[in-house]
């Protein structure tokens, strides 16, 4: 069967972790429905990437207040444009739907998780 036939998964779409998997045609509904968001902007080619999603998982599961949601870049340029995203991965913290803080690059679980408590203070 060719690739150009198979059927393209509906988003939202829940991983066995708890992140969410969002596209282009979720992304804004969902960041405005949702007060505490972290978005990572990945590439599954990007060893960085890689590294970063235990990490991400784990921190899904023990912050429950905050929702966390994957992006694929490759897939989704137009958010990449929007956000103005220029590595991955990319950490994006939103409140209330704005983008209050970005951090890029493989960064350990306790900063990442110091930079998620902060914003979510506000």
């Known amino acids: 069967m060719s690739l150009?036939?198979?059927?393209?998964?509906?988003?939202?779409?829940l991983d066995e972790d708890g992140t969410v998997n969002l596209d282009e045609r979720t992304f804004d509904e969902f960041v405005t429905k949702n007060p505490k968001?972290?978005?990572?902007?990945?590439?599954?080619?990007?060893?960085?990437?890689?590294?970063?999603?235990?990490?991400?998982?784990?921190?899904?599961?023990?912050?429950?207040?905050?929702?966390?949601?994957?992006?694929?870049?490759?897939?989704?340029?137009?958010?990449?444009?929007?956000y103005d995203v220029k590595g991955t991965p990319t950490f994006m913290m939103m409140v209330n739907g704005k983008n209050v803080k970005s951090l890029t690059g493989e960064i350990s679980k306790e900063i990442l998780r110091a930079e998620i408590e902060l914003v979510s203070s506000i």
């Open 4 to 13: 150009f036939w198979k059927k393209k998964p509906s988003y939202p779409q």
């Open 37 to 82: 968001v972290v978005v990572m902007f990945h590439r599954t080619t990007c060893g960085h990437s890689v590294n970063m999603y235990p990490i991400f998982s784990e921190l899904c599961g023990e912050m429950t207040e905050v929702k966390f949601i994957k992006v694929s870049t490759p897939t989704n340029m137009s958010l990449v444009h929007k």
